[in-house]
């Protein structure tokens, strides 16, 4: 089965600018969470879908940030308007059953310059 | 809230040496434990996990860890490296929560660099 796919894998925008990052789970899973790892510290939750709905987003940072689950399948996480502070990875996971372990995408590499 | 604490941010070792990378989470009840892995330009993969039943879980390529309640941890350990094994582990906890999802908590990660 094709795994987690995340795209772009690298982006590089100006700070005040708007950067979208795609996630396509494995079709099937209901789960899809985001994930994000600034430069040098763990990684930490931001956000989990269950199908279309928010299911815990207090992971957020602020509001700045704007994540969608279109028809309960590819999510988009929008940064508007990026900061320097944002820069970091990303990552998106998918699961079909808890407790069983995530399946993560590669992630993408956001820098704000 | 739980917490994991990576102690060993990079860890250098000879090829065919022994390894342990350290991992310690704070107390609950019961918890669900993983071990990650980074390689070099690629997305985090699931070494090994631990839910329940024996406190010894094993990987495909010769890792293992042991859960150990009492000391609150999940030490990750491998009898022979191999140059390969070279990458990031990142340990993580779960709560299995009274609503059954389980919000990853991870530590800062240890970078095992493995030198022939």
């Known amino acids: 089965e094709a795994g987690v796919t995340q795209f772009p894998s690298h982006s590089v925008i100006e700070k005040g600018q708007t950067v979208t990052l795609r996630c396509d789970p494995i079709?099937?899973?209901?789960?899809l969470y985001w994930y994000r790892r600034v430069m040098g510290k763990e990684i930490k939750f931001l956000l989990h879908?269950?199908?279309?709905?928010?299911?815990?987003e207090s992971g957020m940072p602020n509001n700045r940030f704007l994540a969608e689950r279109t028809g309960g399948t590819y999510s988009t996480l929008k940064v508007q308007p990026a900061e320097l502070e944002d820069s970091g990875v990303y990552f998106c996971?998918?699961?079909?059953?808890?407790?069983?372990?995530?399946?993560f995408g590669s992630g993408t590499r956001l820098t704000v310059v | 809230a739980q917490s994991v604490t990576q102690l060993d941010s990079q860890v250098p070792v000879f090829e065919e040496a022994p390894v342990e990378l350290r991992c310690n989470y704070s107390s609950s009840v019961s918890v669900y434990l993983f071990w990650y892995v980074q390689y070099p330009n690629q997305g985090l993969q699931l070494l090994l996990k631990y839910l329940s039943g024996s406190t010894l879980v094993k990987s495909i390529n010769g890792f293992e860890a042991e859960f150990n309640k009492s000391q609150t941890s999940f030490h990750l350990r491998k009898p022979s490296v191999h140059i390969s094994d070279t990458a990031e582990y990142f340990c993580?906890?779960?709560?299995?929560?009274?609503?059954?999802?389980?919000?990853?908590?991870f530590g800062t990660g240890t970078r095992l660099l493995v030198s022939p």
């Open positions: 079709s099937g899973h209901d789960n």
């Open positions: 996971a998918s699961s079909q059953e808890r407790g069983s372990g995530y399946t």
């Open positions: 879908f269950v199908k279309e709905s928010k299911q815990d």
């Open positions: 993580a906890v779960s709560d299995p929560g009274n609503t059954g999802f389980q919000k990853l908590v």
